[in-house]
């Protein structure tokens, strides 16, 4: 077969390795990266890199283009995105996770009368991923790509009290746990203490610690392998979410969770 005539496809060897984008390769390392932080500076995510400020700062842009990554302009710290939402929205969707509660959580707004809602770990955040409001006046309001600190939130504490221990290990050996109120858990041992508080009973409660003013009652969902991939919560107005009605709420958030975890065909660990 003459040169003119040679049938055109990949080049010789090609199907030896597989053909990479370097630069993709950076970016997506880049993102990866930032989701399991709580911010980098430009330098910081330079040298967990490896590569040159100007190299980093290139793909900071371009990603910072198409959403997937933002600054901020008082700590001049690099963040994930919110159009990285986006694609774990569509993960989301083919796993299957929220449309499975979203019955349960409507179920269980109709049942207590405050906003259910869905949320996954998110580096060192809860993720909030869907949510039915009450119909109250006065109600609690998390859009779907809200996060909130794991110490600070009733879905965060619950998969960190279920969840795997170094979770937990990554989120006290990082930077001093933030206050929000004066009720928010700051030290390690405080947290600890709430958390085993939490398996004990088998739910957790934010009593004002993120917001004054606001309860929220939350239990963790489990995958088939018996670890906590999600939380289901209600949450509302403290004159609503009483201290006398935090164990029917606390049972009434265990068995939504409970009923997610079957429809994941999960279970929660022995």
Request: proline fraction near 6%; hydrophobic fraction near 45%; charge should be neutral.
């Amino acid at each position: 077969m003459s040169q003119a005539t040679r049938k055109r496809g990949r080049p010789k060897g090609a199907a030896q390795a597989p053909a990479t984008v370097q630069a993709l390769d950076r970016a997506l390392d880049m993102l990866d990266l930032l989701a399991r932080s709580n911010g980098l500076t430009l330098s910081e995510i330079a040298e967990a890199m490896d590569q040159s400020p100007s190299t980093v700062h290139r793909l900071l842009t371009t990603l910072a283009g198409r959403g997937m990554a933002e600054s901020d302009m008082a700590t001049q710290a690099w963040h994930i995105g919110p159009a990285t939402f986006r694609l774990g929205s569509a993960f989301m969707r083919r796993s299957g996770i929220v449309e499975r509660a979203r019955p349960i959580l409507r179920a269980l707004m109709e049942d207590t009368g405050e906003t259910a809602n869905l949320g996954i770990l998110n580096g060192d955040a809860v993720l909030f991923v869907s949510q039915v409001e009450t119909q109250e006046t006065i109600r609690a309001y998390f859009p779907p790509g809200t996060r909130s600190p794991l110490h600070a939130s009733g879905i965060g504490k619950a998969l960190l009290a279920f969840g795997r221990p170094a979770a937990l290990r990554a989120l006290l050996d990082g930077p001093a746990l933030q206050g929000f109120t004066d009720r928010t858990l700051v030290t390690p041992d405080a947290l600890r203490e709430d958390l085993n508080r939490i398996r004990h009973r088998g739910f957790s409660v934010d009593d004002e610690e993120r917001s004054r003013g606001m309860r929220c009652v939350a239990a963790p969902v489990f995958d088939l392998t018996g670890e906590a991939v999600a939380g289901i919560s209600v949450s509302g107005p403290a004159h609503r979410v009483g201290a006398e009605h935090i164990k029917t709420l606390g049972a009434a958030v265990m068995a939504a969770a409970a009923d997610l975890t079957q429809a994941l065909g999960g279970e929660p660990p022995a």
